[in-house]
């Protein structure tokens, strides 16, 4: 398919990156389950000598992902972690990150746990908060990181201010946009350096591969990431690319699906008398409500919220109900309940990002939004 900026996300999500094979006219790119090719000659080759460095599956997926985020370059890895990892090794010992002090728990621990040992110099800090950013700005800053919305919060973070702030002193601006998905949200637009998902949860959608990814504009920068991703290897195989391919071409109505479910999902539990707080983008009472009407568009699909009976009442919910299961990640069609602290931030306990044990995360699926009420419903009315 011709690339044009024209088409909106819909098109892009069911087209882009993905051409009919020219041997066999399939229209979905094949799975190229193989680690090399047949050479014409030394040094002479089809672009393509080695999986590890390419792979026809994963070139489509590159398309695709570019398109999607309105990026000129894309490069899927393994895991989100070995893409965040990879645009890291940009960053040389005594230089500086600030990164968001509500981040994934194990974001945190690699920035803390591990590149730290390396001589690269961390601070976390509220980035909903300019004054914040700007106070912790260094002169050896190279990258600063943020998520928006953030895990398991969702604080949202002005993505063009920060920008600002990061390009004023020649730092770049890294944005993990994994809860927001290219169909609500578009940070190189915005001014933001690299853009980085966990394909594993919107984009692939369905809880059954893992993956990440990296889009950006720079050319020079590009070829560097290209050159790391080679020389390290964390890239995905031919089928994880092609099962992620094929998650992508149902995303824009998958998340309109997440978003209606979510919203609904979000005033039930606003109006139920055993919640103390909930925590999502598309309610008012959210205190970045009018950045997300601004920066997104749509709430997304995630929701935390506490009890009035703390951590007991958070427990004894994710253990209880039925159609919500019991599980980390996020993204996919079915609905998850989880408690942070005690699962997806277990790494972040005993400092400063540690996640209130009682808080309880969900990720609303696509199934019947009434069907979700009742679930949630039935336990908390027992609480």
């Known amino acids: 398919m011709t690339q044009s900026p024209n088409f909106h996300l819909e098109t892009l999500a069911v087209h882009a990156g993905v051409e009919p094979d020219p041997q066999t006219g399939a229209v979905m790119t094949p799975i190229y389950q193989t680690s090399t090719y047949a050479q014409a000659d030394v040094a002479q080759h089809k672009g393509y000598e080695y999986s590890r460095t390419d792979n026809p599956t994963r070139t489509a997926l590159h398309g695709a992902l570019a398109a999607l985020e309105g990026g000129h370059y894309a490069l ?19 230089e500086h990150v600030l990164s968001g002090n509500d981040v994934y728990g194990g974001t945190f621990r ?10 690269i110099e961390f601070t976390f800090a509220d980035t909903t908060a300019e004054t914040a950013v700007a106070a912790a700005m260094q002169p050896n800053t190279k990258l600063v990181w943020l998520e928006t919305p953030t895990n398991p919060m969702l604080r949202l973070t002005d993505i063009a201010a920060m920008s600002q702030i990061a390009h004023a002193a020649g730092a770049w601006l890294g944005v993990d946009n994994t809860f927001a998905s290219p169909a609500l949200q578009n940070p190189l637009a915005l001014g933001a350096d690299f853009v980085v998902h966990s394909t594993t949860k919107y984009i692939g959608g369905h809880s059954d591969v893992v993956g990440g990814a990296i889009v950006l504009n720079d050319t020079a920068v590009y070829n560097q990431l290209k050159f790391l991703q080679n020389a390290i ?9 092609f099962l ?35 925590i999502y983008p598309g309610l008012d009472s959210h205190p970045q409500y009018e950045l997300a009407q601004r920066q997104m568009k749509g709430p997304g699909g995630m929701i935390s919220f506490i009890l009035h009976g703390g951590e007991a009442a958070a427990r004894r919910v994710a253990r209880d109900t039925q159609l919500f299961t019991l599980a980390e990640s996020l993204g996919g069609v079915e609905s998850l309940i989880e408690l942070p602290a005690p699962m997806t931030h277990a790494s972040v306990a005993d400092s400063p990002l540690a996640v209130d044990p009682g808080l309880v995360r969900v990720s609303v699926g696509i199934e019947n939004a009434q069907d979700l009420i009742d679930d949630l419903k039935r336990v908390l009315n027992q609480l």
Do not use: W
């Open 244 to 278: 992620t391919l094929r998650g992508i071409k149902t995303l824009a109505i998958r998340m309109a699906q997440h978003c209606r479910n979510a919203t609904l999902v979000a005033q039930f539990l606003a109006d139920h008398p055993a919640v103390a707080e909930v």
């Open 233 to 241: 290897g964390a890239v995905p195989g031919p089928l994880d690319c």
């Open 76 to 94: 899927a890895f393994a895991s989100g972690m070995a893409a965040i990892d990879t645009i890291l090794r940009l960053i040389k010992p005594g």
């Open 110 to 119: 690699l920035f803390d746990k591990v590149l730290s040992g390396y001589g």
